[in-house]
């Protein structure tokens, strides 16, 4: 017998990118907590969150997308819930990144979630309750230092997010994203190795955030249950900040 909350996902099937670490296992965790059955589709699966599907896949290769797409759906019977989140880092102005990086950058980011979705669109326009989530970041909303390609791709991934919301909601696919502010999570310790003093920008880090420290990937992977959740089906086209406040909240230095 399954609880109210578990009921909420019960016979769904999920897809996650980027499902062996981090947020994404987070995720994973979350939606098969909540009655899913959920595919971690990444590099490398290993390392997924116990009673996941682990599926090998790189985003940025479509051949590799699309078998990784055709595995979810014989192994589990289709797919509902897409969330795109497997992302790297970048860390520079626009002087200090070369045309590599922008390209590999751009082709994790933003390109892999067109392809990702472009492979699970037949399967999700044949679910009633189909939905996918975009992983975005607050450097979509804020100017944050030192990281313009960065930011220029996940400013990329709400925009497609928006287009992606409006081409596709007359076949009953709702698209969000989120927006995590930093996120202690191994993406952020290989960050701050580029840094000449981690340990100084980890602190910078924290103080950034409004309730002075950084996001939970828990917390991250409840905002995506609830943007893919069928319970709430006139959500398309949104952006959900999970950001301890950085985006919006204006702190007095003095009072905290
Ligand atoms: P992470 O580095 O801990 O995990 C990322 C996962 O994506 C890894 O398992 C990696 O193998 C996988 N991945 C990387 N390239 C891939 C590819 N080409 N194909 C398939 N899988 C690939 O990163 P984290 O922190 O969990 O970040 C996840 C997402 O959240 C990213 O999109 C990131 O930009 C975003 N984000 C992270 C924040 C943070 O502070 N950690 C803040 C805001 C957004």
Redesign the pocket.
């Given at each position: 017998m399954n609880t109210a909350a578990g009921a909420e996902y019960d016979g769904l099937v999920a897809a996650v990118?980027?499902?062996?670490?981090?947020?994404?296992?987070a995720i994973v965790s979350e939606l098969l907590a909540r009655g899913a059955r959920v595919a971690a589709?990444?590099?490398?699966p290993s390392?997924a969150p116990d009673g996941a599907l682990p599926v090998a896949?790189?985003?940025?290769d479509r051949a590799s997308v699309e078998a990784a797409v055709a595995t979810v759906t014989a192994e589990l019977g289709g797919l509902d819930i897409l969330v795109n989140?497997?992302?790297?880092?970048a860390v520079g102005t626009v002087e200090e990144n070369d045309d590599i990086t922008w390209a590999r950058v751009l082709d994790?980011?933003v390109t892999?979630i067109a392809r990702v979705t472009a492979a699970a669109l037949p399967h999700l326009r044949a679910s009633s309750k189909a939905s996918v989530v975009n992983?975005?970041?607050?450097?979509a909303l804020n100017g944050l230092p030192q990281r313009a390609l960065?930011s220029a791709s996940?400013g990329a991934v709400m925009s497609l997010t928006f287009a992606m919301a409006t081409d596709h909601v007359r076949e009953g696919v709702r698209v969000n994203c989120v927006?995590?502010?930093?996120?202690?999570?191994?993406?952020?310790d290989?960050?701050l190795q580029n840094f000449a003093d981690p340990v100084a920008e980890k602190a910078a880090m924290d103080a950034r955030q409004a309730t002075g420290r950084?996001?939970t990937?828990s917390e991250?992977a409840q905002a995506v249950a609830y943007l893919a959740s069928p319970r709430n089906g006139s959500t398309t086209g949104t952006a959900l900040d999970v950001d301890g406040g950085v985006t919006h909240l204006r702190m007095r230095p003095d009072k905290g």
């Amino acid at each position: 017998m399954n609880t109210a909350a578990g009921a909420e996902y019960d016979g769904l099937v999920a897809a996650v990118t980027g499902g062996g670490a981090g947020i994404g296992a987070a995720i994973v965790s979350e939606l098969l907590a909540r009655g899913a059955r959920v595919a971690a589709l990444d590099l490398d699966p290993s390392q997924a969150p116990d009673g996941a599907l682990p599926v090998a896949c790189d985003v940025t290769d479509r051949a590799s997308v699309e078998a990784a797409v055709a595995t979810v759906t014989a192994e589990l019977g289709g797919l509902d819930i897409l969330v795109n989140n497997a992302g790297i880092s970048a860390v520079g102005t626009v002087e200090e990144n070369d045309d590599i990086t922008w390209a590999r950058v751009l082709d994790v980011n933003v390109t892999g979630i067109a392809r990702v979705t472009a492979a699970a669109l037949p399967h999700l326009r044949a679910s009633s309750k189909a939905s996918v989530v975009n992983v975005s970041s607050i450097a979509a909303l804020n100017g944050l230092p030192q990281r313009a390609l960065y930011s220029a791709s996940k400013g990329a991934v709400m925009s497609l997010t928006f287009a992606m919301a409006t081409d596709h909601v007359r076949e009953g696919v709702r698209v969000n994203c989120v927006c995590p502010g930093t996120v202690h999570t191994g993406f952020v310790d290989k960050l701050l190795q580029n840094f000449a003093d981690p340990v100084a920008e980890k602190a910078a880090m924290d103080a950034r955030q409004a309730t002075g420290r950084m996001v939970t990937p828990s917390e991250v992977a409840q905002a995506v249950a609830y943007l893919a959740s069928p319970r709430n089906g006139s959500t398309t086209g949104t952006a959900l900040d999970v950001d301890g406040g950085v985006t919006h909240l204006r702190m007095r230095p003095d009072k905290g």
